[in-house]
Each structure stands twice: as C-alpha cells, then as structure tokens.
C-alpha cells in the first residue's frame, strides 16, 4: 500500500513564525501536492510538485512556499504564519502513467493552529 | 475552469438503506475523471470509485456506485447497505486527462449513518 506520512497531526504555532510541514511518500511517486482543508470550501490546492525540483501554484499559494529536493519529500513552508492559516492541511502524491495522472494517495493530515 | 458542486452539505440514512449523494460539475473538455472520495473522521482521505468519462458503463466497487450523465454533467454516488463505517465526509472530484494538472474538489458532503 501506498504510504503518505506528515510529519505532525497537531501542530500549535504563534504568528510571525517560519513553519515548516513534511510530507514523505514510499511509492517514487512523480506528483505530490499541498492542500488545505477547510470546513464548506473542500480542499484548495496550495502547490504542487510534478518532479523534483519543479513547482507549480495552486489556487491559494499567497503566504506559502514549498520546496522539493528529493523524489519523496515535499515541503510546504508558511513564510511568517498569521491566524487565517490555522487549518487541516493535507498532504498527497500521485503516479504518472503516460499522459495521465493516477488517483491521488493522501497523507493523516496536520491540524496547524496559529495563535 | 472547471468547477465542483456538491449541494448536499449534510445528509443521513438509516443503517441498511441506500443514499444517494449529488455532484455536479462544469467543464468544456471531453476527456476526464471522476472520483468520488471517502474521509472517516479524523482519519485518512481515501479512494472510493473512479469512473472515465469515455465509459458508459457506471463504475461500481462493491457496495458503492455511480450513476454518470456525461450530458448532464452529473455525477452521483449511490451507497447500498449502509454501514455505520460509512460516516464520513465524501468529496467529489474531477481530473482532466492529461498530465501535469489538478484535481478539483468539491465542498464535500457530510454523511452520518444512524443505528
């Protein structure tokens, strides 16, 4: 089975701190993507990473930053947290298969809360 | 852009009847996925059903199916049997077919089975 592991399931930050978020995947996944979770919005996508090295911004990046150094991490970086990014924040990664991406694989997720 | 929706923020069925949850979605391509997916509370978000929209034939696994009006663009999720398991947030989701992008989620839809 696929395995995707965050780093923390709770989390309690102040603002203004650089917080970082891990994310790791066993199964040399191509994809890998950040969301957060919030209650009646569903996931929005933060970032994603279609390979090492590469990123691309999702639909809510402002305040975030992610980085990818190797094929199976994939790190998202809140820059100076502030208490609108107190959310679930989940992690998932996804094989490539020709020109088609696969389902997603999610991680337990992160419940970050910026006081 | 493509959009998700998901009318139904809460729902319940009794335990042994079948639901029915509602998705509806926008898009102009022709080629592209569905998912419907599962999150338990407090635990992991996983897969339950995929169906390709080149595929008349309705998706099924096990107890879960869907009913696919491509025209319509309408998705629905159909539970049978309904198990206290089955508690949980379902999210539905669209992917085009090609590599290199984004799955869209919709709101999701809050489901609780009662004894």
């Known amino acids: 089975d696929v395995k995707v592991t965050q780093s923390s399931r709770y989390l309690v930050k102040r603002t203004g701190e650089k917080v970082f978020l891990e994310c790791v995947q066993d199964?040399?996944?191509?994809?890998m993507f950040w969301y957060r979770q919030d209650p009646g919005l569903g996931l929005r996508l933060i970032y994603f990473s279609y390979d090492v090295k590469m990123k691309e911004k999702g639909d809510i990046p402002e305040g975030y930053s992610v980085s990818r150094e190797k094929k199976e991490r994939f790190s998202l970086i809140l820059e100076s947290a502030s208490t609108n990014q107190t959310s679930m924040y989940l992690c998932?990664?996804?094989?490539?298969?020709?020109?088609?991406?696969?389902?997603?694989?999610f991680g337990d997720g992160t419940r970050l809360s910026i006081l | 852009a493509q959009t998700v929706t998901q009318s139904q923020p809460e729902m319940s069925v009794q335990e042994a009847e079948t639901v029915t949850l509602s998705c509806t979605y926008d898009t102009s391509e022709s080629n592209y996925y569905l998912f419907w997916y599962k999150q338990p509370p407090s635990r992991q978000m996983i897969l339950v059903i995929r169906q390709e929209a080149y595929k008349q034939q309705n998706a099924t696994e096990n107890r879960f199916s869907v009913n696919f009006q491509k025209a319509a663009k309408s998705f629905s999720l159909k539970i049978s049997d309904s198990q206290l398991g089955d508690t949980a947030m379902y999210f539905c989701?669209?992917?085009?077919?090609?590599?290199?992008?984004?799955?869209?989620f919709g709101p999701g839809t809050s489901l609780s089975v009662i004894p």
């Open positions: 989701a669209f992917m085009k077919q090609t590599s290199y992008d984004k799955v869209i």
């Open positions: 199964m040399d996944h191509e994809n």
């Open positions: 998932a990664s996804s094989s490539r298969q020709g020109y088609s991406n696969q389902p997603q694989h």
